[in-house]
């Protein structure tokens, strides 16, 4: 079956610019997880849904960073007034439920010149 | 504060030669453990997990890791490592009352010279 998309693949956005990246997760799970992958690192961790539900928003960096769900399937991570700092690789993961192994997305690659 | 954290940023290794990745975590409470690995150009798949039960789990492709508890360790292993396993591997730890969101490592760039 399909695994989990997203789309851009890239994004080149200029410093100040918002930018909009998109998540499918596989059809039915319940749990969606955004990461942010800096050059040379892990994942971090930004936020996580149950559903519609954005029950832990622990590791966006910045209000400028915000994220939906609002009908429990697809997601979108905002990133308003972008920074060179924002450079990173975005992805997302699925889940059937929390805890359990989560199914990758290939990630959105952005640079902020 | 929990924590992930990988001995050994590269690896370089010889095909034949034996793996063995190192991976400490540092958590309050139950923990589930990973290893995901990231082949050139592809996305994150998971090689095994380990949630409860015997230590020694079996993951894809031959390889394995052990839990131990009393070390806070979860290091990956593979006895013969082959030119195709050259790829990013990352330990992860997932607190399950958290909604399962996980802690990675910084990774471990592995490179098998055929």
């Known amino acids: 079956g399909a695994g989990v998309s997203q789309s851009p693949r890239y994004k080149v956005a200029k410093r100040g610019q918002d930018v909009a990246l998109r998540c499918d997760p596989i059809s039915g799970h319940v749990s969606l997880f955004w990461y942010q992958q800096a050059l040379g690192q892990g994942p971090e961790f930004l936020t996580y849904f149950q559903n519609e539900a954005q029950l832990d928003k622990s590791g966006l960096p910045s209000d400028r960073f915000f994220a939906e769900r609002p009908e429990g399937s697809v997601s979108t991570l905002k990133i308003q007034r972008t920074q060179q700092e924002d450079s990173a690789v975005y992805l997302c993961a699925s889940t059937p439920t929390g805890g359990g192994e989560q199914y990758f997305g290939p990630g959105t690659r952005l640079t902020v010149t | 504060a929990q924590s992930v954290s990988q001995h050994n940023h590269h690896v370089i290794l010889s095909e034949a030669a034996s793996l063995e990745l190192g991976c400490n975590y540092s958590?309050?409470?139950?923990?589930?453990l990973f290893w995901y690995v990231q082949y050139p150009g592809q996305h994150l798949q998971l090689l095994l997990k380990?949630?409860?039960?015997?230590?020694l789990v079996k993951g894809i492709k031959g390889f394995e890791a052990e839990f131990i508890k009393s070390k806070f360790s979860f290091n990956l292993r593979k006895p013969s490592v082959q030119w195709s396993d050259t790829a990013e591997y990352f330990c992860?730890?997932?607190?399950?009352?958290?909604?399962?969101?996980?802690?990675f490592g910084q990774g471990t760039e592995l490179s098998v010279k055929p």
């Open positions: 992860a730890g997932g607190l399950y009352n958290q909604g399962g969101k996980l802690i």
């Open positions: 958590y309050g409470g139950t923990v589930n």
């Open positions: 380990y949630f409860s039960g015997d230590p």
